[in-house]
């Protein structure tokens, strides 16, 4: 009896622990788009992997030190758009994509008006995107 009692009672607390996790990950979703003034921006898009002969001998770091792990949402930013308040961990939405992505690297000062989005390894998926002009979306955190 008090071991029917006992697996109850977890199941209970596994419930309420699921509920709030699920509940915590909505609020923290929702306070990212609440804490930022969003502004909008068409840019030219490419894609990029963490491969020696697309970045350099340290392919998983990023210009601002940053280690790339693939499976995460990162993309690289022209120098112009650092003035234009696309720093470094800016969230940033991109017409066709799902998700945020975030501001982790920074291009080369040849590159204007463009964004490179982060693929891991994955070359076939970079070849795929291509070169496509899109809208971005990016936060400027509120006072």
Known sequence: MALNQLNKCFKGCVFILV????LGCAKS?????DNYDWNSRIVTATAYNSLAYQTSDTPNITAFGDSLKPGFRYIAVSRDLLKLG?????????????GVYWVKDKMHSRWKNRIDIYMGIDVK????????????DYGIPRP
């Open 86 to 98: 696309l720093k470094h961990n800016t969230p940033v939405k991109i017409e066709g994509l799902e």
């Open 29 to 33: 979703k929702k306070n990212i788009e």
């Open 19 to 22: 509920f709030w996790t699920v």
């Open 125 to 136: 998926q970079a070849r795929q995107w291509g070169r496509r002009r899109v809208c971005i």
